[in-house]
């Protein structure tokens, strides 16, 4: 069964360093997700992603965070400046053209210390 | 107010129980989800719906569009079935609004 492929399982950053979480979406797919979950707390929204722009974005989603599909298969989130708040799990996830497939990623633990 | 509302929070059950999840929502929706997440952190997709029952092996979902209420069951609980369960609606956008989730244990 096709998956989404998140790297790296775990990261630990120190604060004010720039991290970049890396995922492969379904090859088909069309629509990019990122979501986060701070321990303890539900998954929330940062941003979609379609036609090679942002689509929507949430409150969450400030400057010193960014996207980008560099080729045609990698789907990153960029956190330049990272904060002791930014310590969650990341799930990135995609969508088909029918909004039938939404699939996730494992996660990644980004841990700021 | 949450937009999506669940329960019960914690809920543990006696293997071969049956087991119902209820999910509230507040908002107009094109599609609500149900999601299954282990210990080690990972979601898995386990029903979409925007009308009616799903059935797959012995979990069932329905939804209630009028009512804007979903339900998850689960029949012959089995160990292996303890995860965090968790309701999530796309409304508008294709975004998912998350509920806070119920974190089930069938015990042997």
């Known amino acids: 069964e096709p998956e989404v492929t998140q790297t790296p399982s775990h990261q630990v950053t120190q604060m004010g360093q720039e991290v970049i979480l890396r995922c492969v979406p379904i090859s088909n797919h069309l629509y990019f997700y990122w979501y986060r979950q701070i321990l303890g707390q539900k998954v929330e929204f940062l941003v979609s992603?379609?036609?090679?722009?942002?689509?929507?974005k949430s409150e969450i989603f400030d400057d010193q965070f960014s996207v980008e599909r560099p080729d045609g298969s990698n789907f990153t989130l960029k956190i330049r400046s990272t904060k002791l708040e930014d310590s969650a799990m990341y799930f990135c996830?995609?969508?088909?053209?029918?909004?039938?497939?939404?699939?996730f990623g494992s996660g990644t633990r980004l841990t700021v210390v | 107010k949450n937009e999506v509302e669940q329960s019960p929070q914690n809920l543990t059950a006696q293997e071969g129980e049956f087991i119902t999840i209820n999910c509230s929502y507040s908002v107009g929706i094109s599609a609500l989800h149900w999601l299954q997440q282990h210990p080690g952190g990972g979601i898995v997709s386990l029903f979409m719906?925007?009308?009616g029952k799903k059935k797959h092996g012995r979990l069932i979902a329905t939804i209630n569009i009028q009512e804007k209420h979903s339900s998850l069951h689960i029949t012959a609980s089995h160990p292996r079935d303890s995860a965090v369960y968790i309701c999530a609606v796309r409304s508008g956008t294709d975004k998912l609004i998350f509920g806070t989730g119920t974190r089930l244990q069938v015990f042997p």
């Open positions: 719906l925007s009308s």
């Open positions: 996830a995609s969508n088909d053209r029918d909004h039938y497939g939404y699939t």
């Open positions: 992603f379609y036609n090679n722009e942002i689509s929507e």
